[in-house]
């Protein structure tokens, strides 16, 4: 049961923080003289992304992964396809709710849907791997 739980929190961790890393490449590489003259606001909006979106995670995604992990205990689900797919619906539908809020007009909007996906499927296999240590036969002990 811990180890389902240290599994949840790394990987509802890792949405925001690869998110946040997107964002901060797209900031620098939009505009190549940032980076020489303006890096710390570059850096200052990707972590203010990053601690926004890790608090907006824990209270609303984190409850969505926990009720997966439980249906994922109860019914023994092994096969890594299962988490990356359940990750990315729940990337899809996070970002579904929050997508407005966050970048209203933003040309960040649209290539946001499909990288939540992707976000989402690594996030499923990060779980897969802590909270069942990467076996698919072998149920826990």
Known sequence: ??????????????????L???ILARITLDDPTLVFSSIESSLLVSLAIFYAGLGEVFLSAFPISLLLALAERYFRWRAP?????????TGVGFTLLTNDWHFPGSP???PIFPLTVVIGAVCG???????????TKAPLA
Request: glycine share 6%; no cysteine; charged share 10%.
């Open 20 to 22: 946040s890393l997107y």
């Open 125 to 135: 296999w990060i779980y897969w791997r802590i909270a069942t240590g990467g076996r």
């Open 108 to 110: 960040f909007r649209q």
């Open 1 to 18: 049961m811990i180890r389902m739980l240290v599994a949840l929190v790394a990987a509802n961790v890792a949405a925001p923080f690869l």
């Open 81 to 89: 396809w299962i988490y990356l797919v359940a990750g990315a619906i």
